[in-house]
């Protein structure tokens, strides 16, 4: 994939994942309890899943990560 490629689709899923957060707030403050647990689980899988389609463009593309984000976490000694 190409930088161009990257970029776009970096700000797209960024645009996805901001709109979930902001789904879950709004169902937060207007919802029921059970209607918000329930809604916040299955946010965030789908959040979870935009992060790992997002994970592979920050390792190619790491200027593309937001700041203080680790792509590619140091291995730990094998015990």
């Known amino acids: 994939m190409n ?10 899923l960024l645009n996805a994942f901001r709109s979930v957060e902001d789904s879950i707030r709004l169902v937060q403050e207007r919802c029921e309890v059970e ?3 329930f809604f916040r689980a299955e946010a965030g ?3 979870g ?5 997002l994970l592979p463009l920050w390792k190619d593309y790491p200027n593309l ?5 680790i792509v590619d976490p140091p ?3 094998n015990r």
């Open 35 to 37: 209607e918000f647990e």
């Open 65 to 69: 990560a937001p700041e203080g984000v």
């Open 45 to 47: 899988r789908v959040a």
């Open 3 to 12: 930088r161009e490629i990257a970029t776009e689709l970096d700000r797209l």
């Open 75 to 77: 291995k730990g000694k």
């Open 49 to 53: 899943g935009i992060t790992m389609l």
